[in-house]
């Protein structure tokens, strides 16, 4: 039987799923990352099949987010975009110390994964967290700055964030280039990474994460194309099909594996 539990830690509220024969003993461990105005029991599906396959899976609420909620406006919210994913990169190396205290991690087999907002997030956490073992990024953006400069772009566009200037911008390009994985690309250090993105992502940029995983598979993984991979739709936009579920299941099954299966 998969177990729900509702925890929190450090002020940190999450819910971890997995077999309740297993609660105990030490497994791998999965963090998954929600997106931009979603919630983490959004992401249940895929921790109910990780859980299955016998990992322990936390869904973490990022700030401002779920049980976090200030009721803010969206553009209150999208203005703490880059605030939020910065704090849930360090949030969740508090989490993990927690798990690791616990002694209920096995091997130190940890991956971390995330859509869109989390797809974003995963990305900076491999930049900053070496104990992360293997990941997947589902509609995520690896190239902060850049990202960042078509945000404000955008918002100026729209007649939003009319305020911000250009010294805050580029005060805010400065603390997002620590965790741009595109500027330090030798942080990966070859661990499994998976990507999965539709070509006609309306919100998150598809050549973002295909340009990256080009570099990286004619460079770093060139000798080892199996520890990394690109799964391109068609036509799903900016929604999580089904197939690429399954597809983040079986890379954590395969690159995180576990003796007490």
């Not at 497994?27 to 983490?40: C, N, Y």
């Not at 570099?215 to 080892?224: I, P």
Request: aromatic content about 10%.
């Amino acid at each position: 039987m998969i177990t729900i539990d509702e925890q929190i830690t450090r002020d940190i509220p999450f819910l971890h799923i997995v077999k309740a024969e297993k609660k105990d003993k030490p497994l791998p461990l999965v963090f998954f990352i929600h997106g931009f105005t979603s919630a983490r029991e959004h992401n249940l599906h895929f921790a109910f099949h990780l859980a299955e396959k016998g990992m322990r899976v936390i869904l973490p609420d990022c700030a401002y987010h779920g049980v976090r909620s200030e009721n803010l406006s969206l553009e209150g919210l999208a203005s703490k975009f880059w605030e939020i994913v910065l704090n849930e990169i360090r949030e969740i190396d508090i989490l993990k110390t927690y798990f690791q205290e616990k002694q209920l991690i096995e091997a130190d087999l940890i991956g971390v994964a995330g859509t869109s907002m989390g797809g974003i997030t995963t990305f900076g956490a491999l930049a900053k967290h070496d104990w992360i073992k293997a990941a997947v990024s589902l509609m995520g953006s690896p190239n902060y700055t850049t990202f960042l400069k078509a945000q404000i772009m955008d918002m100026r566009h729209k007649g939003l964030m009319k305020d911000i200037t250009d010294e805050e911008v580029h005060l805010q390009l400065d603390a997002l280039r620590p965790y741009d994985l595109t500027l330090q690309t030798d942080r990966l250090n070859k661990r499994p990474l998976l990507f999965w993105h539709a070509e006609n992502d309306p919100v998150v940029p598809y050549r973002h994460a295909k340009s990256l995983y080009d570099e990286l598979a004619a460079t770093q993984y060139k000798q080892d194309p199996h520890l990394i991979r690109f799964i391109t739709d068609a036509q799903a936009g900016h929604k999580v099909s089904r197939q690429a579920m399954f597809e983040t299941i079986d890379w954590f099954v395969t690159h995180l594996k576990s003796t007490n299966v």
